[in-house]
Structures are given as C-alpha cells and as structure tokens.
C-alpha cells in the first residue's frame, strides 16, 4: 500500500475543501442564517450525497480496469484534461464572495439534510469530479479498486466533513474573516489552481 498516494489524496481533498465553492459557501450561509445545527445538517446531506457517486465510480470504472487497461488510460486521460479545465474556470473567476444572508430561505433540519443530499446527488458535476480525481489515487496493487475507490470515497467524505463542519461551528467568525480579509480569497483561489494542476500533471505522467 503506498501510504504517501493517500497522504496526497488527503492534502489534495483538504485544500479543495477548504477554497471557496458553492457548496461549503451554501454551507456557511445556512449556518449564518439558521445556526450551527442547521449548518450541520446541511453538512451532513452534502456528505450522504458522495457515497452514491463513490459506488458508482467504484464498480464501473473498476469493470473497465479489469476489461481493458488503455481505455482506462483514456479516463485518465480525459479526467487531466477536466482537471486543467477547472484550474481555468476557477483561474478566471471572480474572487469575490457573496456573504448575503437575506437571500437564503429558513428550513427545519430535516429540509436542510434533504436538499444537501439533493444537490449532491443530482449534481452531474460531482460525478465528473470523482471520475477525474479518484483513479490518479488508487494505492495498492494488491487491494481490489472497488475496495480502494471506497476508501478513497470514505476518506473524501471524513475530510469533507470535518472541514465543512469546522465552517459551520465557526461560521460568524470565517464570514467576518474573508469579508476583512480579501488577500485569503485570492491565496486560496491560487491554491487551489496548484492542486487542480498538479494532480492533472500526475495523472498524465503517472505509470497506473
């Protein structure tokens, strides 16, 4: 097992998590508006939504492992490809965040919990994004890649979690935060243009 391929895929995931994007900014605006539990609640459908698109990333893509390794390369491929696509939408982005809280709806928990899962699950985005970040990732020659694709599912979803929860509880304090402090915003913009362009390099250059 290369443990130092998980230990990638951990700081790959942290830093994505942390940047600024729809869903951990939906996440800090209902935890705003409603409370924390709210927020978590919010987390917590979000975080249902990944196992879906891990299963299925998890038996297709490994079928085709098993039934032919160049179209595999052609995944691979095609998911560098995307990746160099989002490091250009995010590179001309606009830095600014809307922190407005008047325009999102009050819902109990359980409505917080369904939508989150929803907006998941629905999301063709997030299958793509699985599809094109996972297989650069699997680590072991000797685990089965269903087995390792839910890994690297569970770990995506626990540092998800912790990260989007750690916005929740603190959500007063990180609006006030980015709201005083615009150079964060552009630091993690670049940064997260590094990582979406280092596992598209890695993916390409890669030997799995």
Do not use: R
Request: aromatic share 14%; proline share 2%; glycine share 8%.
């Amino acid at each position: 097992m290369n443990v130092e391929v998980l230990i990638g895929f951990v700081a790959a995931t942290s830093v994505l998590a942390v940047s600024p994007g729809p869903d951990n900014i939906y996440v800090l605006m209902q935890s705003i508006t409603n409370g924390k539990k709210y927020g978590l609640a919010t987390v917590a459908g979000l975080i249902s939504g990944c196992l879906l698109h891990t299963t299925l990333l998890a038996f297709g893509i490994s079928a085709i492992i098993k039934a032919n390794n160049n179209l595999f390369f052609v995944i691979k491929l095609f998911g560098a490809l995307y990746l160099l696509y989002l490091a250009y939408k995010v590179f001309v982005s606009d830095t600014k965040i809307g922190l407005s809280v008047h325009s999102v709806p009050k819902k109990t928990m359980g409505a917080l919990f369904k939508q989150g899962f929803i907006m998941n699950v629905l999301n063709p985005k997030v299958t793509i994004f699985f599809l094109a970040f996972f297989p650069g990732f699997l680590f072991s020659s000797t685990w089965s890649t269903v087995v390792q694709f839910y890994v690297l599912g569970g770990v995506f979803m626990l540092v998800s979690g912790i990260i989007f929860s750690a916005l929740a509880f603190l959500s007063g304090a990180v609006s006030e935060f980015v709201s005083k402090k615009k150079s964060t915003v552009v630091g993690l913009k670049w940064l997260q243009i590094i990582v979406f362009l280092a596992i598209a390099i890695y993916l390409l250059f890669s030997d799995k």
